[in-house]
């Protein structure tokens, strides 16, 4: 990657994405390498730009985010990309969690919020907006109740992962937690394990999808 994080803007919204636009072009670290409002075009960007992280609006008019992140996948082609969003449905919210996507960023969020979602995506983390979490967890519990699984988590395990949901990390866990980085890349990769996955975004998916009750609301 360069020293300035490279972005491309989808939004359908003019106005919203030239603001976010100049907003970004204040800071030094990162370009906004080019702008549109279709996922069409996007791609054919994506296929002459070298581009590091996309910010995608989900609501694109006559075409669809969602779409955008498959073809993503059809093609191959290899970017992070944070969702900035109004809003979205649980369902998609997994959805895209599943399809590999970086990051979930309300549009009411602070410009500050932004550029620290940008950053963390940049440094391979994931960014998940707090409301969706809650709002996850909340309608997922009640389909977990009944399904609790065995794989119970340790203590430990569980400040982990709430450190993840929470967008933090490895190195702000281990400073909450008085411990050392390498201590928490350990109960990453038994997280990862009992998850069965391989990525930050895909253990979100499945602590909230099926374990929000054991995982989770059990050790509130």
């Known amino acids: 990657m360069s020293s300035q994080i490279r972005i491309l803007l989808i939004d359908d919204h003019v106005l919203f994405r030239e603001s976010v636009g100049r907003l970004l072009a204040a800071d030094a670290g990162l370009r906004v390498v080019a702008q549109t409002g279709s996922a069409a075009d996007a791609i054919k960007i994506l296929s002459e730009e070298a581009i590091d992280i996309v910010l995608l609006d989900l609501d694109l008019g006559e075409e669809s985010g969602v779409d955008f992140i498959q073809e993503l996948r059809l093609q191959n082609i290899l970017v992070k990309v944070l969702i ?62 009944s399904s609790s699984s065995v794989r119970t988590l340790t203590s430990r395990q569980t400040e982990v992962l709430r ?56 050790n509130t």
């Not at 008085?178 to 069965?196: D, I, R, T």
Request: hydrophobic share 40%; proline share 1%; glycine share 8%.
């Open 84 to 145: 900035v969003t109004a809003g979205m449905s649980d369902r998609i919210t997994l959805s895209v969690l599943n399809a590999g996507v970086s990051g979930i960023l309300l549009k009411h969020s602070s410009p500050s919020q932004l550029m620290e979602a940008i950053r963390k995506i940049a440094n391979g983390e994931v960014w998940l907006d707090s409301g969706a979490i809650r709002s996850l967890i909340a309608g997922a519990s009640e389909k977990s109740k």
């Open 163 to 218: 450190g993840i949901l929470n967008g933090l990390t490895n190195k702000e866990i281990a400073w909450k937690l008085k411990a050392s980085e390498s201590s928490v890349k350990a109960v990453l990769q038994e997280l990862f394990h009992k998850a069965g996955v391989r990525t930050r975004g895909q253990l979100v998916k499945v602590a909230i999808e099926k374990h929000s009750y054991d995982w989770l609301e059990r």
